[in-house]
């Protein structure tokens, strides 16, 4: 990741922690994927809570509140402030924000999950209608678009596709 590594290259900032701070939930979410593909429905959704309770906990109640707060405050009582000290306050700032934003849409997530309201997987359905829509329009459309072998439409560019 960008901010530790430029952080190693400034005194007083820290690096390992807020990597490894940083990387805790991600092996959650990738087991979750897992398991998902798998077919470990229960596996798959005891591990996406899990993710959610470590992702809420570690980028918005310890990132901010201590990684943070210890970038800000404890180099200026050792060092004076110099551009590195702003430019990786800053970015670790821009990073926050994205913490937020992808909190809100995991909570989001978390939230139709729990009321029952969540899809199985509303990407794969999309798919799986556009490549049925595809034969369809390929069958009838003659040498101007064609069906590839690996499902994928080629339409002319200069007839608008038609839904």
């Known amino acids: 990741m960008w901010p530790p590594s430029f952080s190693s290259a400034s005194p007083g900032l820290?690096?390992?922690?807020?990597?490894?701070?940083?990387?805790?939930?991600?092996?959650?979410?990738?087991s979750a994927?897992?398991?998902?593909?798998?077919?470990?429905?229960?596996?798959c959704n005891n591990l996406f809570i899990?993710?959610?309770?470590?992702?809420?906990?570690t980028r918005l109640v310890i990132m901010p509140f201590w990684i943070l707060h210890c970038t800000l405050v404890y180099p200026l009582e050792l060092y004076p402030a110099f551009f590195g000290y702003y430019f990786f306050n800053a970015v670790m700032a821009v990073l926050q924000?994205?913490?937020?934003f992808w909190a809100y849409f995991i909570?989001?997530?978390a939230h139709k999950f729990i009321t029952g309201k969540l899809v199985e997987d509303e990407h794969r359905d999309r798919e799986e209608t556009e490549n049925s829509d595809g034969?369809?329009?390929?069958?009838?459309?003659?040498?101007?678009?064609?069906?590839l072998a690996i499902g994928h439409l080629i339409l002319n560019n200069n007839h608008p596709k038609n839904d």
């Open 107 to 109: 909570l989001h997530m």
């Open 14 to 30: 820290p690096t390992t922690s807020e990597q490894a701070l940083h990387d805790s939930s991600d092996y959650l979410l990738e």
């Open 33 to 43: 994927k897992m398991f998902n593909y798998v077919g470990w429905k229960n596996t």
């Open 50 to 57: 899990v993710f959610t309770i470590v992702f809420i906990l």
């Open 135 to 147: 034969e369809v329009a390929a069958a009838g459309a003659g040498a101007k678009s064609q069906l």
């Open 97 to 100: 924000m994205l913490h937020i």
